[in-house]
């Protein structure tokens, strides 16, 4: 008796009649981080971390996500944390556009618990990463002080590195 095998859109076929289904290799693809946590150092220091959320809160997407986290960081006195993220589409970016507002940016916003004073990090060009999918991102980027009409410019720069998802 011969054999022979077939691929054909991703099924393998074999003149037994039995098939065997291969999903396509993503290129770059990592599971997805089982907390949302970002790492600050530079003029802040420490770490903020929250469960992930579900899919349907759709809290996280393509373009990235916002996160409203409790905590301190060393170097700062707020006690609420706001990291924004941002990306035109899913992928990976490293050209960064915050005062522009065009293309990916990234922005750190600290407030006191009363709320009365926040200080604020954002993006530079060119100094950092920032990967989105529909359901995950990750980011290691530099941030500068920046002065915005809510609050005053953060001290020095903060480096981020970090890594979020959703749940099914």
Request: charged letters at 10%; glycine letters at 12%.
């Amino acid at each position: 008796m011969s054999a022979f095998t077939v691929i054909r859109n991703g099924a393998i076929a074999s003149a037994c009649g039995l098939a065997l289904t291969i999903a396509p290799a993503v290129a770059g693809a990592a599971s997805a981080p089982s907390q949302t946590s970002f790492k600050f150092t530079g003029s802040v220091t420490g770490t903020l971390s929250e469960p992930n959320t579900p899919c349907s809160q759709q809290v996280v997407t393509a373009k990235g996500a916002t996160f409203m986290l409790n905590g301190t960081l060393k170097g700062a006195p707020a006690t609420q944390w706001t990291i924004q993220l941002y990306a035109p589409k899913a992928g990976t970016w490293k050209n960064f556009a915050q005062e522009n507002g065009e293309g990916p940016n990234v922005a750190l916003i600290g407030a006191t618990a009363d709320g009365t004073t926040n200080w604020n990090w954002a993006s530079e060009t060119k100094n950092g990463t920032i990967t989105t999918t529909h359901t995950s991102g990750k980011v290691s980027i530099t941030l500068g002080g920046y002065s915005s009409f809510r609050g005053k410019p953060g001290k020095g720069k903060v480096h981020v590195t970090g890594a979020w998802a959703c749940t099914p």
